[in-house]
């Protein structure tokens, strides 16, 4: 294994000094892209496993390991090593086989063998989650929630995403991690692809590290990708289901990508009545429009995901 290193950072609180969490995400492409982006909002250091020919995701990470091949994604042994020889303090097996295999926990609890405690591995083990086998290059999607996942540990979503991730996109309609308070809406892509901020919608342009997130360019900006952030409270959280949930609306053509939400009580009465019509709604919450992006270009045959 090669191995791009740098040093472990450290906390010292009471004359007692512990390393800051670091975890290796035993995953590849979109997925690992995602953990990556989550853990980062956390201030966790990151460590990304790689091979010759699965390597577009190594570069989100604060450290990556090359592996031999690519079989070894789904080694065990090889992904432990990986994560002792980064000193990480967890381990992410993402989504599949690796994190379905009986053999990686008792791996884990043996990590700590012969060497310091500090070196001891901690697992994150993540929910499943729900693809449609139908794909998609257009249409109005409706989801009526009683309920949402929120609050510590949790990262609910509603999102779409196509084949050979981001060249045909993703579309973030739900989003939240942890104690978020108002939902996020976003878009990823390859680059070419930007957020009009002249276009009509009531969400604010999501920003970090000092700049607003227009480009939706997967590769730069750690993969922040474009969107706006929701102005209501009961877009997401403990407020969205003391609501009563509410009902979160996508419509994508050839000219825009426009997301609504409505907390319980401003539910539209077309909605109800099965006869949704945008046009009567007011201005979206998001919207990514052709006037800086080919919408068709750079989004095609998406499956929908639902991760709880």
Not at 199 to 224: E, M, P, V, W
Request: proline share 6%; hydrophobic share 40%.
């Amino acid at each position: 294994m090669e191995k791009l290193n740098r040093p472990a950072l450290t906390t010292q609180t009471s004359g007692i000094i512990s390393r800051m969490p670091k975890v290796l995400v035993a995953n590849r492409g979109e997925i690992a892209i995602r953990i990556l982006r989550s853990a980062r909002e956390l201030g966790w250091d990151t460590v990304a496993v790689y091979s010759e020919d699965d390597a577009s995701h190594a570069g989100f990470a604060d450290e990556a390991v090359k592996l031999n091949s690519v079989s070894d994604f789904m080694n065990v042994e090889s992904i432990v090593n990986a994560a002792i020889q980064t000193q990480s303090t967890h381990l992410h097996p993402g989504y599949g086989f690796l994190s379905e295999n009986p053999a990686l926990p008792i791996a884990l609890s043996q990590a700590t063998n012969g060497r310091p405690l500090s070196l001891g591995l901690t697992a994150i083990f993540v929910s499943p989650r729900i693809e449609s086998y139908a794909r998609f290059n257009g249409g109005l999607f409706i989801l009526d929630l009683n309920k949402a996942p929120w609050g510590c540990g949790t990262w609910p979503a509603f999102w779409t995403v196509g084949n050979d991730w981001p060249w045909n996109g993703e579309i973030d309609v739900i989003e939240g991690v942890h104690d978020n308070q108002h939902n996020q809406v976003a878009w990823h892509t390859a680059p070419g692809c930007q957020l009009d901020p002249s276009a009509n919608f009531t969400g604010n342009i999501a920003d970090g590290g000092g700049y607003q997130h227009r480009d939706c360019n997967s590769f730069i900006n750690h993969n922040a990708g474009c969107g706006a952030t929701e102005w209501s409270r009961a877009s997401y959280g403990l407020l969205f289901d003391e609501q009563g949930g509410g009902v979160f609306v996508m419509k994508w053509d050839e000219n825009s990508i426009a997301v609504w939400s409505f907390f319980r009580a401003a539910v539209p009465k077309d909605i109800g009545e099965g006869t949704p019509n945008p046009s009567e709604w007011g201005l979206p919450s998001a919207v990514l429009s052709s006037s800086m992006c080919d919408i068709p270009r750079f989004f095609k045959n998406h499956a929908i995901i639902f991760g709880v």
